[in-house]
């Protein structure tokens, strides 16, 4: 899977937005951008994926460049909940086994 | 739809034993993942089943782990002789599978912690 490049870590102050970026100069036309947030003491959570158009869903909002080459995670509204590891993966169409490919991931941390 | 569970969710062994985790799955999940998580890095990917079948291992899952899915259901990872480099969370995940291939989520389980001494 191609490579994915996210900031280490991000500050939010309660009740504002955030916007994690994601950068992903590879990424081949038929990758998925996944993202995935893995709260303290649990396993990953499924946030949001799209290809090519802008998605939004209960979580999260997805704004993809038009060049595909970064995308943005977007929550509306931080709260103390939200506070966790977010991971941008990128997931090839064509891969039977579709396995996980998990860099570092962006640490938010979400002030009151 | 009770999610994926993990068991045990800790498990604290001596250098040299044995020890088997079991994952369960989402009901109907035809796929099923194990992951390792050490600590500060994300999750790796060791191996997953298609139903019964192993049909993908990482480098990752050297000679001492041996991972089944019998009757495509519940798997369980064995680790032998186990080594204090074991120490990590392992991480169970199943997905659908019956959707455009690289859409699909998968879901996660809590994990086991294993420690060795």
């Known amino acids: 899977d191609a490579k994915t490049t996210q900031p280490n870590s991000m500050e939010s102050n309660e009740e504002e937005p955030v916007h994690l970026p994601c950068n992903h100069s590879?990424?081949?036309?038929?990758?998925?951008i996944h993202w995935y947030r893995q709260l303290p003491s649990q396993g990953p959570e499924y946030v949001i994926h799209?290809?090519?158009s802008n998605v939004n869903n209960r979580m999260a909002s997805l704004a993809i460049a038009e060049d595909r080459k970064s995308s943005t995670l977007i929550l509306h509204r931080a709260t103390l909940r939200d506070a966790a590891v977010y991971y941008c993966?990128?997931?090839?169409?064509?891969?039977?086994?579709?396995?996980?490919?998990f860099g570092g991931g962006t640490r938010l941390m979400v002030k009151p | 739809d009770t999610g994926v569970s993990q068991d045990p969710r800790h498990k604290i062994t001596k250098r040299g034993q044995n020890v088997t985790f079991r994952c369960d799955p989402i009901?109907?999940?035809?796929?099923l993942y194990w992951y390792r998580q050490t600590l500060g890095q994300g999750p790796e990917f060791l191996t997953y089943f298609q139903n019964e079948a192993q049909l993908e291992k990482s480098r990752l899952l050297s000679d001492r782990f041996s991972a089944e899915r019998p009757k495509g259901s519940f798997s369980t990872l064995e680790i032998q002789r186990t080594e204090q480099g074991d120490s990590a969370m392992y991480l169970c995940?199943?997905?659908?599978?019956?959707?455009?291939?690289?859409?699909?989520?998968?879901?996660f389980g809590p994990g086991t912690r294993l420690t060795v001494t």
């Open positions: 993966i990128l997931r090839d169409y064509n891969n039977a086994g579709n396995m996980l490919t």
């Open positions: 009901s109907e999940h035809n796929r």
């Open positions: 590879t990424i081949s036309g038929t990758d998925y």
């Open positions: 799209g290809l090519t």
């Open positions: 995940a199943s997905s659908p599978g019956d959707r455009g291939l690289g859409s699909y989520e998968q879901y």
